[in-house]
């Protein structure tokens, strides 16, 4: 049995885990556009959308990489192919005075604001904001010091595992626990911008969940509505997606993020997905009920005369279920009628004669 303070987790004070509903998180990243105005927009169209969280990312460039025009510090085969780094992370970073601001936007919208930290700097930062859970992007799983930082706040801490190997992730999932990380999630990610469906690979959720006895979920950078409903039939609790107001704004997420409409769509159709999987249970339910007498049950479908013998042509098996049960056709041919049967009537036991069958040569 799963160690139940490992397979759930709280973040301000709601439960995330198997059972629960998907808790839903908007990601924010570069669509800000660099404008306050805009980014504090994206957190309204998230509380409006039904996103459970609303999150950040908090690092400077220089945080992240270095100014330099080495070759190995130029981006080949992603959507960001032909920039540097450093260019890229300074047009996306979201400047550190603007977290307070949308942290008191959230709370008044009664959404959580939380964030992804890069350095250890970042880290201190959103301890005194504060944060109540931090997220390691995919990229970051490989950084140890990181993880022993963050995991060294107490908090609760979501772990994307893009492009890691099994071993990787034993040892990222070891070093957050090591290191103090009591509360623990994992997204799976597919870290292709944007990626293609068949390239997700959800089967791999289930088999988190049971490696490591944690919340599993889907970080989604996928434009394909079935991708996250997918993602909660196979047992994702948490789905983390980018959301932007506008894709034809540009940025650098623009391209693999929703729209406030289609934003507001996945969270209705996750939450569908999650209310569909009920429980394991058979038998007609209470709004089934209704439909239970509308089953095909034994009927005489040409009038009968006392002491006459049921046939195949007058009693027949059809809708409604106010007859004997279609198991009983057989018992019944070739018995008599024990009084006059009229046609319609749902044929039962008082009906027949418990005489031996008539046979052919009667």
């Known amino acids: 049995m799963p160690n139940e303070q490992l397979s759930t987790l709280q973040i301000a004070g709601r439960r995330i885990g198997a059972g629960e509903p998907p808790w839903i998180v908007a990601e924010m990243s570069a669509n800000h556009g660099g404008q306050l105005r805009r980014a504090a927009r994206i957190v309204e169209a998230a509380a409006a959308a039904g996103a459970d969280a609303v999150k950040l990312q908090t690092y400077t460039a220089d945080e992240m990489t270095l100014d330099c025009d080495r070759s190995c510090f130029h981006i080949e085969g992603t959507v960001w192919a032909g920039r540097t780094l450093h260019a890229l992370y300074r047009e996306a970073a979201m400047p550190r005075p603007w977290h307070p601001e949308l942290k008191r936007l959230a709370e008044k919208l009664g959404i959580v604001l939380f964030s992804t930290p890069f350095s250890p700097a970042a880290v201190d930062f959103l301890e005194e904001l504060p944060v109540p859970a931090y997220k390691i992007a995919s990229f970051e799983l490989v950084d140890l010091p990181l993880l022993r930082r963050v995991a060294g706040t107490g908090k609760p801490v979501i772990l994307s595992t893009g492009m890691a190997t099994r071993a990787e992730i034993d040892e990222a999932v070891g070093t957050l626990r ?6 623990l999630a994992l997204l799976k990610c597919t870290s292709a911008y944007p990626a293609a469906p068949e390239k997700m690979n959800l089967r791999a959720i289930s088999h988190l969940r049971e490696t490591f006895s ?12 079935a991708v996250p409903v997918a993602a909660v039939a196979c047992g994702a609790c948490i789905i ?3 959301l932007t107001l506008s894709r034809a704004d540009g940025g650098p997420d623009a391209a693999f993020s929703l729209q406030p409409e289609e934003f507001a769509k996945m969270v ?9 999987l009920g429980s394991v249970r058979y038998g007609a339910d209470d709004e089934e009920a209704a439909a239970v007498r509308l089953r095909r049950s034994l009927f005489v479908v040409e009038d009968v005369a006392a002491g006459e013998p049921f046939t195949a042509e ?4 059809i809708r409604p279920g106010d007859g004997l049960h279609p198991r009983e056709l057989e018992a019944v041919l070739g018995r008599t009628a024990r009084e006059d049967v009229s046609r319609g009537t749902p044929l039962q036991r008082q009906h027949v004669n ?6 052919n040569d009667e």
């Open 354 to 359: 418990d005489e031996a069958r008539m046979t």
């Open 214 to 225: 944690v919340p599993v979920g889907l970080s989604d950078h996928s434009l394909d509505g």
């Open 178 to 183: 090591t290191a103090g990380c009591r509360q």
């Open 240 to 242: 983390e997606k980018h």
């Open 268 to 276: 209705r159709a996750v939450h569908a997905a999650h209310a569909a």
């Open 314 to 317: 007058n009693v027949r098996c």
